[in-house]
Nanobody, 117 residues
Framework: QVPLVESGGGLVQAGGSLRLSCAASGSMNSIYTMGWYRQAPGKQRELVATITGGGRINYADSVKGRFTISRDNAKNTAYLQMNSLKPDDTAVYYC???????????WGQGTQVTVSS
């Protein structure tokens, strides 16, 4: 098990910013990809952004230019800086970690992001 602890969600007005953090507990000896996914009410969980151990980044088209994913390997922590937030960004945001090469994945508990218009 790899416990993931998320923080940073909340309520913000449209156009505002939030920063999410996801810390992986314990000793991380494996290469891993970290990412953020989100799930809005009545919708399926969708990819927001991922970052590999080598720093390769992938964004959903809907957040490109507004969100920035980063990681601090020394702290086993990933961050999601969200700017120019829109009401459509309202969702529960989940942190994800995938170990390499096993492919075993882990999820955080989720953090609510609400953007008011």
């Amino acid at each position: 098990q790899v416990p993931l602890v998320e923080s940073g969600g909340g309520l913000v007005q449209a156009g505002g910013s939030l920063r999410l953090s996801c810390a992986a507990s314990g000793s991380m000896n494996s290469i891993y990809t970290m990412g953020w996914y989100r799930q809005a009410p009545g919708k399926q969980r969708e990819l927001v952004a991922t970052i590999t151990g080598g720093g390769r980044i992938n964004y959903a088209d809907s957040v490109k230019g507004r969100f920035t994913i980063s990681r601090d390997n020394a702290k086993n922590t990933a961050y999601l800086q969200m700017n120019s937030l829109k009401p459509d960004d309202t969702a529960v945001y989940y942190c994800n970690l995938v170990l390499s090469p096993s492919g075993r994945g882990y999820w955080g508990q989720g953090t609510q992001v609400t953007v008011s218009s």
